[in-house]
């Protein structure tokens, strides 16, 4: 099954008739950080972005058929990916090497899971799948349907669907960085918003649909991109230590000496080729920095919309104005955080051929802060 592709966010993002239910042969996995309060706390926020770009990193290869685009998603502390049957074994490999790298390397412990679709059908729930892609093997999965909640819900809940941790090798951790500053916003705030419907199927999409429409007349969210059009993106020139750190510890231990010498020297040549113009040779900085802004994460649905926006302080009261008015009356369940800049994890396939997607948050885990808010009112509905 092909899945289909959404170019216009806004117009479709949230569009079910865009997005191609899964087969029950299907199956979702899903990748989540344990203890991000403690983590948090800990000033850690950035390990756990680290964490779960690997998770990306890694689902992605790992569900990939010959030709195919994959469905795989940030969450900012955790992942979720569309797993086509024949890819199930590597993937269940794949989760489990992810969950002992975590542990070993960072001392994170990463809770893994796969969940068939026919499960989830079985119980009466959905999952549609689509990619937002951009081309050139740069996408994003979204999805839709209380199926996505639903299976990350079981992972957490019982151990039935858990994939127990194990040494493994872990292909596409190569790609993953997180060298680029936290960029500020322009308008005045970062705002981090998770939304789902209270009704299920068809009538909480047309709920989040309506509800998005709300959302784009107080503002566009095109134009709150938090990494703008890529111009206010700064090059770091030699990474922090921290950064340096956390990708050399992606790396065997027989190549992570190199892994810094290379990043240091990346790194170098695009903070030089932007001090002389934006060019030097064959790289083009400005280029790649709209090509990061265009590839950024800021906007997507896993069961409902999950949002990073760049808003002025009076655009983020109004947008959580009109949830709060939403789930009054009944109709969405949300979690929202403020934060004062956006952080960046980079995945990073072949930068001179131009294939290259980004993973925003927060800062301080934005979207695990506005989950935990969402929780605390589901905890409270169900008491």
């Given at each position: 099954?092909?899945?289909?592709?959404?170019?216009?966010?806004?117009?479709?993002?949230?569009?079910?008739?865009?997005?191609?239910?899964?087969?029950?042969?299907?199956?979702?996995?899903?990748?989540?950080v344990?203890?991000?309060?403690?983590l948090a706390?800990?000033?850690?926020?950035?390990?756990?972005?680290?964490?779960?770009?690997?998770?990306?990193?890694?689902?992605?290869?790992?569900?990939?058929?010959?030709?195919?685009?994959v469905?795989c998603?940030?969450?900012?502390?955790?992942?979720?990916?569309?797993?086509?049957p024949?890819?199930?074994?590597?993937?269940?490999?794949?989760?489990?090497?992810?969950?002992?790298?975590?542990?070993?390397?960072?001392?994170?412990?990463?809770?893994?899971?796969?969940?068939?679709?026919?499960?989830?059908?079985?119980?009466?729930?959905?999952?549609?799948?689509?990619?937002?892609?951009?081309?050139?093997?740069?996408?994003?999965?979204?999805?839709?349907?209380?199926?996505?909640?639903?299976?990350?819900?079981?992972?957490?809940?019982?151990?039935?669907?858990?994939?127990?941790?194990?040494?493994?090798?872990?292909?596409?951790?190569?790609?993953?960085?997180?060298?680029?500053?936290?960029?500020?916003?322009?308008r005045?705030?970062?705002?981090?918003?998770?939304?789902?419907?209270?009704?299920?199927?068809?009538?909480?999409?047309?709920?989040?649909?309506?509800?998005?429409?709300?959302?784009?007349?107080?503002?566009?969210?095109?134009?709150?991109?938090?990494?703008?059009?890529?111009?206010?993106?700064?090059?770091?020139?030699?990474?922090?230590?921290?950064?340096?750190?956390?990708?050399a510890?992606?790396?065997?231990?027989?190549?992570?000496?190199?892994?810094?010498?290379?990043?240091?020297?990346g790194?170098?040549?695009?903070?030089?080729?932007?001090?002389?113009?934006?060019?030097?040779?064959?790289?083009?900085?400005?280029?790649?920095?709209r090509?990061?802004?265009?590839?950024?994460?800021?906007?997507?649905?896993?069961?409902?919309p999950?949002?990073?926006?760049?808003?002025?302080?009076?655009e983020?009261?109004?947008?959580?104005?009109?949830?709060?008015?939403?789930?009054?009356?009944?109709?969405?369940?949300?979690?929202?955080?403020?934060?004062?800049?956006?952080?960046?994890?980079?995945?990073?396939?072949?930068f001179m051929?131009?294939?290259?997607?980004?993973?925003?948050?927060?800062?301080?885990?934005g979207?695990?802060?506005?989950?935990?808010?969402?929780?605390?009112?589901t905890?409270k509905?169900?008491?």
């Open positions: 099954m092909d899945l289909p592709s959404i170019s216009d966010f806004a117009a479709h993002g949230v569009d079910p008739g865009h997005y191609a239910r899964l087969g029950d042969a299907w199956s979702l996995a899903v990748a989540d344990v203890g991000s309060t403690k706390a800990a000033g850690r926020d950035r390990d756990v972005n680290f964490v779960a770009g690997g998770a990306v990193a890694v689902l992605s290869q790992a569900v990939r058929r010959p030709g195919d685009t469905a998603q940030f969450g900012g502390d955790g992942a979720i990916a569309a797993v086509p024949e890819r199930t074994g590597e993937t269940r490999a794949a989760l489990g090497a992810l969950a002992h790298w975590a542990k070993a390397e960072y001392g994170i412990d990463l809770r893994v899971g796969l969940v068939p679709v026919a499960a989830l059908r079985a119980a009466g729930l959905d999952v549609y799948a689509a990619l937002q892609d951009f081309g050139n093997d740069n996408a994003f999965g979204l999805f839709l349907g209380d199926g996505v909640t639903a299976a990350d819900a079981w992972v957490k809940a019982d151990e039935k669907w858990h994939v127990p941790a194990r040494e493994g090798p872990l292909p596409g951790l190569e790609g993953l960085s997180c060298r680029w500053r936290p960029v500020p916003p322009s005045g705030t970062i705002l981090c918003a998770i939304i789902d419907p209270v009704a299920g199927g068809a009538a909480g999409l047309r709920t989040l649909s309506r509800v998005m429409g709300e959302i784009e007349k107080v503002v566009p969210v095109g134009d709150a991109a938090p990494l703008g059009d890529g111009g206010r993106l700064e090059p770091k020139g030699v990474p922090g230590w921290h950064s340096l750190w956390l990708e510890k992606a790396q065997p231990r027989g190549r992570r000496l190199l892994r810094v010498l290379t990043a240091i020297a790194s170098s040549l695009i903070s030089i080729a932007h001090l002389l113009g934006g060019r030097l040779g064959a790289i083009d900085v400005a280029n790649y920095r090509g990061m802004a265009e590839r950024s994460d800021y906007r997507k649905a896993a069961g409902g999950r949002l990073v926006l760049d808003l002025s302080p009076a983020a009261d109004a947008i959580e104005a009109l949830l709060a008015r939403e789930e009054a009356a009944g109709a969405i369940r949300f979690g929202t955080a403020r934060a004062d800049s956006t952080t960046i994890t980079c995945l990073v396939g072949d051929a131009d294939r290259h997607v980004h993973f925003v948050d927060g800062a301080g885990l979207f695990w802060r506005a989950s935990e808010v969402l929780k605390a009112k905890r509905s169900a008491a």
